[in-house]
């Protein structure tokens, strides 16, 4: 196992994400010795702290984020705080001299990780600013971690895009997707290819239809002015939800290498089925959270959230049924469904296989038991094959089993966090797991065509109550088709 020596720049480091992913990470890399003991932290923002008031918070959120040992003091020693003001020459000047003098200190081979946990409409200064100021002139190697979101549609995306590439190559550049950290979505790939008995079924003769949900209880909570310039269509499907399309779709690569991976997702990607203005209609369907109840609570519906959401026609739930125009998958609809405010948390994949032409083990309605494969994300994390056998005594008859696996259920297996995942990829410097520029032009040439959709006409919302599973025209959807969502695991 390589242990990385590395400077890690914070950008945002009072911001939440820090508090409640990167220091966590990082704690645990430390831990698990995945990260040498010549390592530092500069954390990066307006505020006027001091080294101790910033290891205090990172103790903080230690203290609330994991479980720490005795090494904790001395992993946070080898935090720093530099007050910094992203536009102002002299703040890359003094990081700059602040780098080098914990490269004396630390060993680390001047090897730099600047990570932007922020604002992002300062991504493309800070970049250009980085290269300018010298700061990428470093004996080792200098990383850019870039959180999403990347660019607001295609357009705004490739002026970021630009902006960043004169100052980092794309081989340096990281753009976070945290679900590629999830263990169970790098698994897709492994189910997949490493199963005959999945691989050579993976096609419009065998699959009816994959339907990929992920659902969240949570509201908009704090991020109301992100949230409603953004949208579950940019905040969910233009990334994760398209990202897990693009697996479960992508044909087998010749081999491992990132290069390989990321052109066989960047191929399905190119075959998205763009849906031209008039069809959004058909394909897609928005949703916006009503008031209604969950766990026993009463809940406000998304215009009463804040103020300045009263006249919110932003959406906070995206159904839509997204088509791959290619040799495998003609004819194959793959269904996404996200939301805030759901019946539950979960994220799973449901790959619904052709059912058998007729069944004669079942007498009773329903007589259609097709075999379902199910791989859940979160919480659970695992699969579930659903088959037809007879159980015992039950004369002639079927029954639907399941046979599942879990990683929950392993004793001493606690997987670790996307970002800790990610962050070490970065460390090591594997960029399978981020979104190549090519994935992100797909990505957003595909949702801008939905929501130019949408812009052409109104939103009826609020369409769903809290705490279902979305608005009726969600169901609709598939039911148009003769399917219906999947409510298992
Ligand atoms: C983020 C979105 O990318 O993913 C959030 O911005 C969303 O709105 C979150 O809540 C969901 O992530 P997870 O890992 O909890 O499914």
Known sequence: MQTPKVT????????????????????????????????????????????????????????????????????????????????????????????????????????????????????????????????????????????????????????????IRVAFDEEQIYRIDHYLGKEMVQNIEVIRFANGIFEHLWNNRFISNIQVTSSEKLGVEERARYYDHSGAARDMVQNHMLQMVALLAMEPPINLSTDEIRSEKVRALRSLRMIEKEQVQDYFVRGQYGSGHLDGQELRSYREEA??????????????????????????????????????????????????????????EPKKHPNLLVINIQPNEGITLYLNAKKAGAGSIAQPIQLSYTNNGIDGINTPEAYEKLLYDCMIGDTTNFTHWDEVAYSWRFIDSILSGWAATEADFPNYASGSMGPKAAHELLEKDGFHWWQIS
Request: a negative charge.
């Open 307 to 364: 103020d300045e959401l009263a006249q919110s026609n932003t959406e906070t739930f995206v159904a839509g049924k997204v088509m791959i125009d290619n040799y495998r998958w003609a004819g194959v609809p793959f269904y996404i469904r996200t939301g805030k405010r759901m019946a539950e948390k979960c994220t799973k994949i449901v790959v619904e296989f052709k059912d058998i032409p007729m069944n004669l083990y079942y007498k009773e």
């Open 8 to 163: 890690i720049v914070i950008f945002g480091a009072t911001g939440d994400l820090a508090k409640r992913k990167l220091f966590p990470s990082i704690y645990k890399l430390y831990q698990n010795g995945k990260i040498d003991e010549d390592f530092a932290v500069v954390g990066l923002a307006r505020r006027p702290w001091t080294n101790d008031v910033f290891r205090d918070n990172v103790k903080a959120s230690l203290d609330q984020e994991v479980s720490t040992d005795e090494n904790v003091d001395k992993f946070i020693s080898h935090f720093y705080y530099h007050s910094f003001d992203v536009t102002e020459t002299d703040s890359y000047n003094n990081l700059h001299g602040l780098l080098e003098e914990l490269e004396g200190t630390y060993q680390t081979s001047g090897n730099r990780i600047f990570y932007l946990a922020m604002a992002p409409e300062y991504f493309g200064s800070i970049a250009k600013n980085l290269q300018s100021h010298g700061l990428k002139n470093s004996p080792g190697w200098t990383r850019l971690v870039i959180e999403k979101p990347f660019g607001h549609d295609l357009e705004s995306a490739k002026e970021l895009n630009n902006e």
